[in-house]
């Protein structure tokens, strides 16, 4: 997915929401990060920006104030809006109204009519973007899950599995009857009893890191 | 398969009040007949046997161990309290060995055996109660079995007084803890508890609306409510579900709206 937004109001929510995705397994784009600081001049700078946009199938814009005067952000607005192949997320902040007006040159985009989701703080962003993104990936087939690995998209996604798998829950210990969920840690299945179970694992994780195994 | 809520109370500093508003909202929920539990998740320094006026034999610390069942372990208080739905309580053991036997007596099997063990009961509580919340009385701070229980809630909330040392506090365990554990589907919430000053009217004035504004903006979480500093609860010898026994009290009627605040949060 590619995060666009303006540099002087909206880089740090950018940056905290590319941190978490990336955390929670969402491959990101956003330039600051994935542009390295050493290119060959401006041209190529926007060249892997337009490609990033060109090959993301989500386009996640931060509405923060003042960003619709940034030529850059309207630039890579009108270019993802010129590709089919998109779904876009617009997270307005608080602080602005809803109805917005973006002059794109040849067309002027009311985002006052397109769902806009509002936030307050960093945190409260990614928790919602996460929600989005759950909806809109929702549970996959363990069995796809080489070709989630190829995609980069998620190595920490949990999957729902159909087959009876004949193991114990690695958070309760109990053993596992029917449908588990499995999820990919660090590209390494985990098994689990209940949904419960999986996310009690996962936050165990987060707070205490490599030493909760 | 949990079909309830578990609502964890946490704070940074002790003497915020957690056991006494857990404790009333807890009771609260059982009156209106909601099914519910409360554990006292404070291994460090258990209060609700105190707080209960009780002296069960076996304690949260023997299910820990694998020494007992959670089921053979909890009291149903809803008869003597006279409460419409199930009251459960479950105590965690007072005697200084068993504190002391949490706090360094095992090694990092038994502790993750232990977390197990901790999930497994709610799990069974859920199951065998039909509960529709189950309340979580934690350790103060950042402390192994206070993070434990806290990433066994869907609900965290947060007391603190309006303190700096409470502000700081609280923000840095936000930043540690609560950010963490938010990127896996718990919600975290604040209550400002023993406000000097603050009006027990139930409806709050507008200066005390914009204290509360600034509160949030600074300490980065959503204040679900706060209760006012009341001289008769803080200084009595042993408040008892005033919620209960005293529901016309300013106290009760803030925490009723403190409770329904939590219910509204889904």
Redesign the interface.
């Known amino acids: 997915m590619f995060i666009c937004h303006k540099k002087s109001s909206g880089k740090d929510f950018a940056e905290h929401l590319k941190a978490?995705l990336e955390?929670?397994g969402y491959h990101s784009f956003l330039d600051s990060k994935d542009i390295p600081k050493v290119t060959d001049g401006r041209l190529e700078w926007i060249e892997i920006r337009d490609q990033a946009i060109r090959e993301s199938n989500t386009f996640i814009l931060i509405i923060t104030p003042g960003f619709d005067l940034s030529q850059e952000l309207k630039n890579e607005l009108k270019q993802a809006r010129a590709l089919s192949n998109k779904q876009f997320i617009y997270f307005r902040h608080r602080d602005l109204g809803r109805k917005i007006i973006v002059d794109l040159e040849n067309e002027k985009v009311d985002l006052g009519r397109q769902e806009q989701v509002s936030f307050e703080?960093k945190?409260e962003l990614?928790?919602l973007a996460?929600g989005i993104l759950l909806k809109l990936s929702p549970l996959r087939d363990f069995n796809k899950a080489e070709s989630i690995k190829l995609t980069k998209v998620t190595n920490e996604k949990v999957t729902a599995l159909n087959a009876k798998v004949e193991c114990n829950c690695e958070?309760?210990?109990?053993p596992i009857k029917g449908q588990s969920y499995v999820e990919l840690i660090d590209e390494k299945q985990h098994n689990f009893d209940?949904k419960?179970?999986a996310?009690?694992y996962?936050?165990?994780k987060?707070?205490?890191g490599d030493e909760?195994q | 398969m949990v079909c309830g809520k578990t609502l964890a109370f946490h704070s940074y500093k002790g003497g915020t009040g957690k056991t006494t508003l857990i404790a009333n909202v807890a009771a609260l929920y059982a009156n209106q007949g909601f099914n519910v539990g409360l554990l006292d998740f404070d291994l460090y320094a258990p209060s609700l046997v105190s707080y209960f006026r009780k002296k069960p034999s076996v304690f949260l610390n023997d299910v820990l161990n694998g020494e007992s069942q959670i089921s053979d372990v909890v009291v149903d208080i809803s008869g003597e309290l006279r409460l419409e739905g199930k009251f459960i309580v479950g105590f965690s053991s007072p005697r200084k060995e068993d504190v002391y036997d949490i706090e360094v007596g095992h090694n990092t099997k038994w502790q993750l055996q232990a977390v197990r063990r901790f999930l497994e009961a709610k799990q069974i509580l859920f199951e065998k109660y039909s509960l529709d919340y189950l309340f979580l009385d934690t350790s103060p701070g950042i402390r192994y079995w206070s993070i434990n229980t806290l990433a066994m809630a869907d609900l965290l909330f947060l007391l603190m007084k309006d303190s700096d040392m409470d502000i700081d506090g609280t923000r840095k365990m936000i930043n540690d803890i609560y950010d963490s554990l938010s990127r896996f589907g718990s919600k975290y919430y604040l209550i400002l508890n023993k406000v000097p000053g603050a009006n027990p009217d139930p409806n709050l004035p507008v200066d005390e609306k914009a204290w509360i504004c600034e509160l949030e903006r600074v300490v980065g979480a959503e204040v679900v409510g706060s209760i006012p500093c009341f001289c008769d609860v803080q200084f009595n010898r042993h408040e008892f579900l005033f919620s209960i026994n005293r529901p016309n009290h300013p106290f009760s009627i803030r925490l009723a709206r403190l409770a329904e605040n939590i219910k509204s949060l889904g």
């Open positions: 978490g955390e929670l703080t945190e990614l928790r996460h958070m309760c210990s109990k209940c419960d179970c996310l009690t996962r936050k165990l987060s707070v205490y909760f």
